[in-house]
């Protein structure tokens, strides 16, 4: 999923300081699972800012609306008979969000409400970890299903460097050195040989280097 | 000879090499390349120009190899994967070599969050290895990585870093035996302190019969005081500080401490130098390039040879 992290409420009510009617827009997609732009949270921030806004003797008029998704139009285009009610929108989507709103709403006012910051999942309840960067070419097979694009930091495709100590990486005792898993995996299926080869460069014109990226599937086109 | 530096004549005559370091000058001071210079000058084979080291900007590595050429010193350009992709990387080896380098040392590099510039965004297009493995292509088959074949192949010696104490270590000799096949003519590793370690390390890789295919040199980092010890032991990443050097320091005057440092550094040249398959000693004194002639007279290297 696509995972995010709720901007502070202070540059949220910065952001629309000037406006007495806003929406605030969350979506059922990844940021519902991952507990930051769902109905809930959709409610939460809409609360926390008629509040501030009481408290400032300012008040301010804020509605929900959570859609099924803000990525695919025909769920965005659902808000077309009430944009032009709001003097402004704060979508809680991921990065796409706000950007297919502005897109399909441009006389609208968007603004972002969460910081979007990785691809990842679920370590643990709360615990969220990066697990992909969308290079365009997958490798983990060859490396015990882990990924060295995302998870080392410095996405080397021969570790583990000589940071590397404990099996964490010498940015942070925090932070796993990928690496080190990478060994222990091919150690233990008795495929070490699989790290004595030499990787060539990578073509990274896959991922983002090359360019904003777009998928078409001629089979589904209408 | 692959590129005819003097390093590279130094370590095929089979005579035990030794090799300085000069960090550059956070300025754009000459002096201060030409003042190191002094000190290494006839003492080392070959010095050291680091790249950025620990992500700090510093004068290029370029620009202090030539002051150190002018300065008749030959330099060993460190090169790093962190800072530049595969055009920045292929362009400067062209033009270093072009300059007169004939020794480069290939490293993925420090992540600069260590750095002074923490929200640099990172390169790392290549990895130390396809570091390695682009300079022997441009030298030896005198094409870019995509076949472009050049006007002037740049003739260089290659090395590489080894950490025989980072972890995990039975993986660590994998890690030299690919750098080889990548394309290193010479190894430097990491400070020495826990020679026991270091010895295992050795010990494999000659029972692969790595060591037959490639120049290995010592690290050797002599400590000025224990707080640098500690420093190292604590705060530097694949560092390996064990508790005896640390004991030895504190036991005598803090007067004393940098005498006992450099001691501690002049047995351990000692002791690599009776090691099967070690070709030299790559001394790093940080910062303190003015005590280097006198560890290397002490280690019973001078005067060195003249090829």
């Known amino acids: 999923m696509i995972v995010g992290e709720r901007k502070p409420l202070g540059d949220i009510l910065d952001m629309i300081k000037d406006y007495k009617k806003v929406l605030v827009v969350g979506c059922k997609g990844c940021v519902t699972v991952c507990n930051v732009g769902g109905e809930k949270e959709v409610g939460i921030l809409a609360s926390s800012i ?6 400032d003797g300012n008040e301010i008029t804020v509605d929900e609306r959570t859609l099924e998704r803000q990525c695919d139009p025909e769920y965005v285009d659902q808000l077309k008979d009430i944009v032009s009610d709001y003097d402004a929108m704060v979508s809680i989507a991921c990065g796409v969000g706000p950007q297919f709103l502005a897109e399909r709403y441009p006389d609208a006012a968007v ?82 040989d699989s790290l004595r080869k030499l990787v060539p460069t990578k073509n990274w014109s896959t991922s983002r280097d090359g360019g904003p990226r777009k998928v078409v599937r001629e089979d589904l086109k209408l | 000879m692959k ?46 120009v680091t790249d950025n080291q620990t992500a700090v900007v510093r004068m290029s590595s370029l620009g202090a190899s030539l002051i150190l050429i002018q300065e008749g010193v030959e330099p060993n350009l460190q090169m790093t994967a962190r800072d530049r992709n595969r055009i920045a990387v292929q362009s400067d080896i062209l033009g270093a070599y072009a300059l007169g380098i004939r020794n480069m040392l290939c490293l993925s590099g420090d992540h600069q969050k260590f750095g002074d510039h923490p929200e640099a965004k990172n390169v790392f297009d290549l990895d130390s290895m396809q570091l390695i493995q682009t300079v022997k292509k441009m030298r030896d088959e005198g094409t870019l990585i995509n076949g472009h074949k050049l006007d002037g192949a740049p003739k260089m010696f290659i090395g590489c870093a080894a950490n025989p104490f ?9 890690r030299l035996a690919n750098k080889i096949d990548a394309g290193a003519d010479f190894v430097q590793t990491q400070c020495i302190y826990n020679l026991e370690r270091f010895r295992k390390w050795v010990d494999q890789a000659n029972d692969m019969g790595l060591l037959e295919n490639v120049f290995l040199m010592g690290g050797v980092t002599p400590m000025k005081s224990v707080g640098m010890a500690k420093y190292m032991k604590n705060s530097v990443p694949g560092m390996d500080v064990p508790d005896e050097i640390i004991k030895r320091l504190q036991g005598v ?31 790093m004194a940080i910062e303190w390039e003015e005590r280097v002639p006198e560890i290397v007279e002490m280690a019973g290297m001078l005067p060195r040879p003249v090829l």
Not at chain 1, 168 to 183: A, F, G, P, Q, R
Not at chain 2, 166 to 174: G, H, I, L, N
């Open chain 1, 111 to 192: 603004y972002p409400g969460i910081n979007t910051q990785f691809m990842g999942g679920a370590l643990e309840h709360g615990v969220w970890a990066e697990r992909c960067q969308g290079c365009g070419a997958c490798l983990v097979h060859n490396f015990g299903g882990h990924c060295p694009i995302a998870r080392c930091s410095k996405s080397l495709l021969h570790g583990p460097c000589g940071g590397s100590s404990g099996g964490k990486c010498e940015i942070s005792k925090d932070v796993d050195c990928v690496w080190h898993l990478i060994v222990e995996k091919l150690a233990k299926q008795g495929k070490m």
């Open chain 1, 50 to 55: 008629r509040i501030s806004r009481k408290k």
């Open chain 2, 3 to 48: 590129a005819g530096s003097n390093l590279e004549k130094v370590l095929t005559a089979g005579i035990f090499a030794i090799t300085g370091e000069c960090g550059p000058p956070r300025g754009a001071n000459a002096e201060v390349v030409r003042e190191k210079a002094k000190f290494l000058k006839g003492n080392v084979d070959s010095v050291n």
């Open chain 2, 166 to 174: 980072a972890d995990p270590f039975e993986f660590r000799v994998y």
């Open chain 2, 253 to 283: 005057p803090k007067g004393d401490q940098a005498k006992e440092g450099i001691k501690i550094a002049v047995e351990t040249i000692h002791q690599l130098r009776e090691m099967k398959g070690i070709a030299g000693v790559h001394l």
